[in-house]
T-cell receptor
Framework: AQTVTQSQPEMSVQEAETVTLSCTYD???????LFWYKQPPSRQMILVIR??????QNATENRFSVNFQKAAKSFSLKISDSQLGDAAMYFCAYRFTNAGKSTFGDGTTLTVKP | GAVVSQHPSRVICKSGTSVKIECRSL??????MFWYRQFPKQSLMLMATSNEGSKATYEQGVEKDKFLINHASLTLSTLTVTSAHPEDSSFYIC????????????FGEGSRLTVL
């Protein structure tokens, strides 16, 4: 069974600084999707960034980028120039197909200090 | 982007009553919808997967008769908590996926259920 592990229950970062959230996963599949979702205090889940496993290039979305290491089964999220609005719980997620269910990590709570 | 609307956002009910939560995809056809339960500061726990026109697939340990899921159309899925008890109090979230190939899940706003 697929598993997703986020080893950092809590992280904090100073405003305008950079922070990296870790995620590892386990799968025997070669093609799949990986995601980072953000859940702010409103509890609305928001997609931060997506990576397709067949793509070697790391995904980027403005201040958010990933370091995807397929062989190591690692998928970390880097947030640059952190802003107060980035404070949230972040979930790493794995999905085998575009129709199947997703597996979520336990989440990392990110605090941004002004 | 695709929008999923979940209603009601908050509901309070008495023990023993039933509560229905609706999940609608507003601008796309949701071939598959998922229902989650989330406890404070914890991850999403998948309860069931529903496909339009077929019976929901429940995760192990989820009571089918307590959590009734119906996916009657490509834009609507409902979760009914039957004979609710205080231990059913929780935050329930739905998500949907479309026929595309992005793999992305689109989430509803969530529903906070409080059973007195």
């Amino acid at each position: 069974a697929q598993t997703v592990t986020q080893s950092q229950p809590e992280m904090s970062v100073q405003e305008a600084e950079t922070v990296t959230l870790s995620c590892t996963y386990d799968t025997s599949e070669s093609d799949y999707y990986l995601f980072w979702y953000k859940q702010p205090p409103s509890r609305q889940m928001i997609l931060v960034i997506r990576q397709e496993a067949y793509k070697q290039q790391n995904a980027t979305e403005n201040r958010f980028s990933v370091n995807f290491q397929k062989a190591a089964k690692s998928f970390s999220l880097k947030i640059s120039d952190s802003q107060l609005g980035d404070a949230a719980m972040y979930f790493c997620a794995y999905r085998f197909t575009n129709a199947g269910k997703s597996t979520f990590g336990d989440g990392t709570t990110l605090t941004v200090k002004p | 982007g695709a929008v999923v609307s979940q209603h009601p956002s908050r509901v309070i009910c008495k023990s023993g009553t039933s509560v229905k939560i609706e999940c609608r995809s507003l601008d796309f056809q949701a071939t598959t919808m998922f229902w989650y339960r989330q406890f404070p500061k914890q991850s999403l726990m998948l309860m069931a997967t529903s496909n339009e026109g077929s019976k929901a697939t429940y995760e192990q340990g989820v009571e089918k008769d307590k959590f009734l899921i119906n996916h009657a159309s490509l834009t609507l899925s409902t979760l009914t908590v039957t004979s609710a008890h205080p231990e059913d109090s929780s935050f329930y979230i739905c998500s949907a996926t479309d026929r595309g190939y992005t793999g992305e899940l689109f989430f509803g706003e969530g529903s906070r259920l409080t059973v007195l």
